[in-house]
């Protein structure tokens, strides 16, 4: 079978995966930018958890999984930019049902999974009235985002988006919304449950309990 014979050119994180700016490449006729993506995930161990949210351009358009390579072709490997979408928001305005799941990024998803925290009406024994978040912007952003991306390195997924309400919250609202999409179903389920208990354990968001009681900033009590 004939060769085709390609450029492969690797950018920012991607670059630092690989070790190399550029490399040529000898593939079977007929390959697809598709099956390039699993040529380069075995060849590259490190990049294969990131490959899935990068895009590949070839010949300096864009290109799409059928695409079929053919000789000479220059392909990019090109990892998100810090200027593209974000994956993580602080929010002033109410979460609506299946919010994040919108904005998640679905070309090579097979299954999205969700998490959504709401304000119960008991906690411990005591009839809850209301909560309140409160947040340190700069680093509740900066670690929520450190958070999705860690997540992104653990598993092989799609797209991370995490929502995270702040003000005063009433029963039955929403705080937290977490979607996760991937390939297969086991690791989203994996990743979804590790981010929210990474948002806890990390995030600098503090909550108020106003019970029948009286109110408490949960976890700040010696």
Not at 93 to 122: K, M
Not at 124 to 153: C, H, N, R
Request: contains cysteine.
């Amino acid at each position: 079978m004939t060769a085709v014979a390609i450029t492969v050119r690797y950018f920012a994180a991607a670059r630092d995966r690989t070790g190399v700016a550029a490399e040529p490449l000898e593939l079977p006729a007929g390959t697809t930018i598709g099956a390039l993506r699993a040529v380069l995930s075995a060849r590259h161990a490190p990049l294969a958890r990131l490959l899935p949210i990068c895009k590949l351009g070839c010949n300096d358009e864009f290109a799409n999984d059928e695409q079929v390579l053919q000789v000479g072709d220059d392909v990019l490997v090109l990892p998100p930019s810090a200027g593209g979408a974000p994956r993580v928001r602080l929010l002033e305005t109410p979460i609506v049902w299946g919010q994040a799941e919108a904005l998640c990024a679905l070309d090579g998803a097979g299954g999205v999974v969700t998490f959504t925290g709401t304000v119960r009406r008991q906690n411990l024994g005591k009839t809850v009235q209301s909560l309140e978040y409160s947040a340190y912007a700069p680093l509740a952003l900066k670690e929520m985002a450190a958070i999705a991306e860690d997540a992104l390195a653990r598993w092989p997924l799609v797209d991370v988006q995490i929502l995270h309400r702040v003000g005063v919250l009433k029963v039955g609202d929403i705080a937290v919304q977490i979607a996760v999409a991937a390939a297969h179903r086991t690791e989203p389920f994996a990743a979804c449950s590790w981010i929210i208990d990474a948002l806890k354990a990390r995030v600098p968001i503090w909550k108020k309990e106003i019970t029948d009681d009286g109110a408490e900033w949960l976890g700040s009590t010696p």
